[in-house]
């Protein structure tokens, strides 16, 4: 065999080549940096969870200010969390929680290329987050009505505080200088929700973007990755959840320290 059919003939790296570059073809969602859809996948995973883990920290921060600030403020924490609303923060609960339901049967859904589903599912799962976010405008409005703003509008001196009404879960006076530590749960509640919030909001706008490519069909033929990311990061924002309801809402269900 003389030297320039030697040179025609393609080399085991060249198939190989070919081969990855017709698979790239065949299945436009894997990205040309990745051999292979398995391989893609798990640095998507990868990703995820490591972006988790810097949420983790940012939350635990707010937790652990959380936790200090009530240790020392006690009273003042407890008067403060009787301004909440229980049956409302209950109610948001029970939505967050059937969201991430929905949210699983997604991924169910999606995982057994049920496009009709998949698209029902996602719908509900943004439906369900709007309507927290809803529930939580309204608890936002009427803290503004009373005044627990932190700032220069704040009242300590309100009523609930220094006065409870007839009624109220905590019918303790408060001291004048641990009324005003008030105004400190409040910062973190607007600080922690606020930023939960934030969360949500951009889940909804991701939750669109994935519903427009459902009904395109782009995540029932096999290709997964973005619903099972996705779901990750909406399960994490229910958790968080999980742990603002008691801390803000359930103070005072048992009384003491």
Do not use: C
């Amino acid at each position: 065999m003389d030297s320039q059919t030697i040179a025609l003939q393609p080399t085991g790296r060249a198939i190989a080549t070919d081969q990855m570059a017709e698979e790239h073809h065949a299945r436009p969602e894997l990205r040309h940096h990745f051999e292979t859809e398995e391989q893609q996948r798990e640095a998507g995973s990868f990703g995820m969870w490591l972006f988790l883990l810097t949420e983790i920290m940012f939350f635990g921060g707010l937790f652990m200010a959380y936790l200090l600030y009530r240790n020392w403020y006690y009273d003042a924490f407890v008067a403060a969390s009787n301004q909440m609303s229980i049956p409302l923060g209950t109610a948001n609960t029970a939505v967050l929680i059937s969201s991430g339901f929905m949210m699983a049967l997604g991924v169910w859904a999606a995982e057994t290329r049920r496009k009709g589903l998949l698209v029902l599912f996602l719908i509900l799962t943004t439906l369900l987050g709007v309507v927290f976010l809803g529930v939580k405008y309204d608890e936002y409005h009427e803290k503004w009505e009373k005044h627990h703003v932190p700032g220069a509008v704040f009242n300590y001196n309100y009523s609930e505080f220094v006065n409870p009404l007839p009624g109220d879960r905590d019918q303790t006076h408060l001291p004048i200088d641990m009324a005003q530590k008030t105004q400190v749960f409040f910062f973190l509640y607007f600080v922690m929700t606020g930023m939960h919030a934030l969360h949500m909001i951009i889940g909804i706008g991701v939750l669109i973007w994935l519903i427009l490519r459902a009904r395109r069909g782009d995540f029932t033929n096999g290709y997964v990755a973005p619903i099972e990311n996705f779901a990750l990061y909406w399960h994490f924002v229910d958790i968080v959840w999980l742990f603002l309801f008691p801390l803000l809402y359930l103070i005072n269900i048992h009384p003491g320290r």
